[in-house]
C-alpha cells in the first residue's frame, strides 16, 4: 500500500479528536511525520517534496490523496470562529500492518504532542521546527539535508559573547 495512505489512515484512526482532522493539521501532521523521520533516521516516511509556502509546510498531495481514495471522506465544517474548514475521515481497513514498529511509535509520538494543541499552538508548534524556522517562504524544503545540518548545528558549542 502506498505509504503515505497508510500513515494518513493511522492518523485518521488514531487521533483523539476526528473533528481536528482538517486538511491543514492532517497535512502538517504527516510533514511532521516526515520531519520526525529524517531527524531520527535519516530519511522521510513519505515521498513528498515539501515546500514551505504562505501558510507552513503545505503541499497537496494529502488532500489529493483523500479525495482520490473512496477510503477517505472530506467534509465540510464551519470552525468554532464560523470559518470553512475540511475534515478528513478514513473508513477503510486497519492499515497498522502496513506500518513498522518505528513508523508507528513515530506517529504515536507526534499524536502524544500535538493531541492537547489548539489549532493556533498547533501551527506555532510545526512554524517552530527547523526547516520552517531556519527557511524562507516559497522554499523547497529538502528534510534530510536540513536535519543533518540541525543536528551539526547542535553539535556546535555555544559561543558566549562578551
Not at 503515505?4 to 502538517?28: D, G, Q, V, W
Not at 515521498?47 to 467534509?75: K, T
Amino acid at each position: 500500500m502506498n505509504q503515505l495512505r497508510s500513515i494518513m489512515a493511522y492518523f485518521c484512526i488514531n487521533y483523539p479528536h476526528k473533528s481536528e482532522l482538517s486538511k491543514a493539521r492532517l497535512t502538517k501532521l504527516v510533514y511532521l511525520t516526515d520531519w520526525f523521520s529524517a531527524l531520527l533516521d535519516e530519511h522521510k516516511a513519505t515521498n513528498i517534496d515539501w515546500v514551505f509556502n504562505h501558510y507552513g509546510p503545505y503541499v497537496d498531495d494529502v488532500s489529493n490523496l483523500a479525495q482520490r481514495d473512496e477510503d477517505f471522506s472530506i467534509v465540510p465544517e464551519k470552525t468554532v470562529y464560523g470559518g470553512d474548514k475540511y475534515v478528513i475521515s478514513y473508513s477503510g481497513d486497519d492499515v497498522e500492518s502496513e506500518l513498522s514498529d518505528r513508523e508507528k511509535a513515530i506517529l504515536d509520538a507526534i499524536i502524544e504532542k500535538t493531541e492537547g494543541m489548539y489549532f493556533n499552538d498547533f501551527i506555532d508548534y510545526v512554524y517552530s521546527t527547523y526547516p520552517i524556522s531556519s527557511n524562507e517562504r516559497y522554499t523547497n524544503l529538502d528534510l534530510v539535508a536540513l536535519a543533518n545540518r540541525y543536528k551539526e548545528e547542535k553539535k556546535k558549542p555555544a559561543t558566549s559573547s562578551s
